[in-house]
């Protein structure tokens, strides 16, 4: 059963435009949120976090945003540039220390 | 400064034969990550070192897969009898602190293929 579900495999946007990529989870034991991008070849890069005290986090062009009660999150990139194109993974991690749980992760295409 | 490098990039083997694949973090990071991220999914934890020993192994399916990292630094994890199941891209991650929540820095993965 996964715990972090991204139920969008591929996102298409253009240039300049914003792109909402969106996470899902089940455990409510989670507590701390991540985002974590990834070009072919590459390992995955951190991007951004929250924690569950908050209801949004901004880093830039990054921002992202937590709705506890629906056990969802999002991520929200504005302006668009095409060197986001990327696959864009959301992971999870409990109190107590526990290991990140990822998403299955969504392929952003920014179309210049 | 370099970041985790991972060899082999590529290894491919046949069932029943062993396998290491090793992992070298950022200079000073004191935790370290596996991880198997198969086709289609995303990253799976496998196990997590502080310093030499290993403080979580929740994540390793079977007693066919084991990691070391002797000197708190290096790391292989070792894989015997492989099936075809194994196939996957292994990463390895290194952190400053001791928290699955402090930014992991992730190699670019060694993918295995097991005929």
């Known amino acids: 059963d996964q715990q972090v579900k991204q139920n969008s495999p591929s996102l298409s946007v253009q240039e300049g435009r914003i792109s909402i990529l969106n996470c899902d989870y089940t455990n409510s034991m989670f507590d701390y949120f991540l985002w974590y991008k990834k070009y072919p070849a590459e390992g995955p890069t951190f991007l951004i976090s929250?924690?569950?005290?908050?209801d949004k986090n901004e880093d830039g062009r990054f921002t992202v945003f937590l709705n506890k009660s629906a056990k969802h999150l999002s991520l929200h990139i504005v302006p668009s540039q095409p060197g986001d194109s990327a696959v864009y993974f959301c992971?999870?991690?409990?109190?107590?220390?526990?290991?990140?749980?990822f998403g299955k992760g969504t392929r952003l295409s920014v179309i210049a | 400064g370099a970041g985790v490098s991972q060899t082999p990039s590529n290894k491919v083997t046949e069932k029943g034969k062993y396998v290491e694949l090793r992992c070298d973090p950022i200079s000073g990071h004191t935790a370290l990550y596996w991880y198997r991220q198969s086709l289609g999914q995303g990253p799976e934890f496998l196990i997590y070192f502080q310093g030499t020993g290993a403080a979580d192994d929740s994540g390793l399916p079977n007693d066919r897969f084991f990691a070391v990292r002797p000197e708190g630094s290096v790391s292989t994890l070792k894989i015997q009898r492989t099936e075809r199941g194994d196939s996957a891209v292994y990463l390895c991650?290194?952190?400053?602190?001791?928290?699955?929540?402090?930014?992991?820095?992730f190699g670019p993965g060694t993918r295995l293929t097991v005929l």
């Open positions: 929250i924690s569950s005290i908050k």
């Open positions: 992971a999870a991690s409990g109190a107590g220390n526990t290991p990140l749980v």
């Open positions: 991650a290194s952190s400053h602190g001791g928290a699955h929540t402090d930014t992991q820095y």
